[in-house]
């Protein structure tokens, strides 16, 4: 019985931790609440680097999505190659009462080709919650797994009419790789935890207010809060290449080129004959 109470308490505890999600937006500010399609009630992502060939994110989000308005964020969608996969998606479906509605799996959703031939074969896999009843909460939790490291994965802290109560990104990297991060229309600096042979930063925003939608604005890049991630030493397609600065990051990228302005002879003798 003891054990079953302990167990009752963890699980609580952890669901709190979490933030105490409201299903009928009563218990969220209303400066929150204002002018807002989606309310990001609980967000965290972990980004973890294993070693130059290999990554993992770890994303769980809980939103509401407030009315038609919102309905763009009920398209769950995301982008795969062979060097990006989509290891595992759970998407939880609660009406305004805190009443689950529907689960879906990632077996339930649907891949399809990109790219016809003309870029890199990759895939688009998604999964469209279909409702007409608002507001909608959604449950998401997903992991992408990374077989190379050139590309981190930023953390968008906030979008446009999109009002968040807590979110997290933490990125955890082996201390001697490290990591490079730049705050964009932001000052939020990491926690930094430096714990010998690993090292992780964490980023934490709370109660920030949407941002109206302008027409004719500049770049959203320009506008909302973000933090932009890139490795010092990296790998991609095999090759590994030092990005701690412009010029390691040329010199890999010559490499690339060396001897492709190299004709054969059975070349050259083609070109000869055309002239």
């Known amino acids: 019985m003891k054990k079953i ?3 009752a308490f963890c699980l609580s505890l952890a669901l709190f931790s979490e933030g105490q999600v409201s299903y009928n937006l009563s218990a969220v500010p209303d400066s929150i609440k204002k002018n807002a399609n989606v309310i990001v009630q609980f967000e965290n992502q972990v ?3 294993e070693g130059l060939d290999d990554a993992t994110l770890h994303v769980h989000r809980i939103y509401t999505v407030v009315n038609e308005d919102g309905r763009y964020a009920l398209n769950f969608s995301e982008y795969t190659t062979k060097f990006i996969s989509l290891t595992d998606a759970d998407l939880k479906v609660y009406d305004v009462n805190g ?5 879906h799996k990632k077996k339930e959703m649907v891949t ?5 031939g003309l870029i890199e074969d990759g895939y688009v896999v998604s999964y469209f919650v279909n409702t007409s009843n608002y507001p909608v909460t959604i449950d998401l939790e997903y992991e992408m797994k990374f077989k190379g490291t050139l590309f981190y994965p930023s953390y968008d802290i906030l ?3 999109t009002g968040v109560l807590k979110s997290s990104f933490t990125a955890k990297v082996p201390s001697s790789l490290d990591l490079r991060y730049k705050p964009k229309n932001i000052t939020l600096q990491p926690v930094i935890k430096d714990e010998g042979k690993l090292k992780t930063y964490t980023w934490e925003v709370r109660n920030l207010p949407p941002v109206e939608d302008e027409k004719g604005a500049v770049d959203n890049a320009d506008r909302f809060p973000s933090i932009e991630l890139a490795p010092n030493k990296f790998s991609i397609y095999g090759s590994t290449g030092d990005l701690s600065s412009w ?4 010199l890999w990228i010559r490499q690339l080129y060396k001897g492709l302005d190299e004709l054969s002879v059975s070349r050259k003798g083609f070109f000869f004959d055309l002239v």
Request: hydrophobic share 40%; charged share 25%; net charge positive.
């Open 112 to 116: 399809r080709a990109v790219g016809d």
């Open 159 to 161: 979008t446009s009419e």
């Open 47 to 49: 980004f973890t680097i």
């Open 5 to 7: 109470i302990v167990i």
């Open 99 to 103: 009443k689950l509605i529907s689960k």
């Open 247 to 250: 010029k390691n990051y040329g």
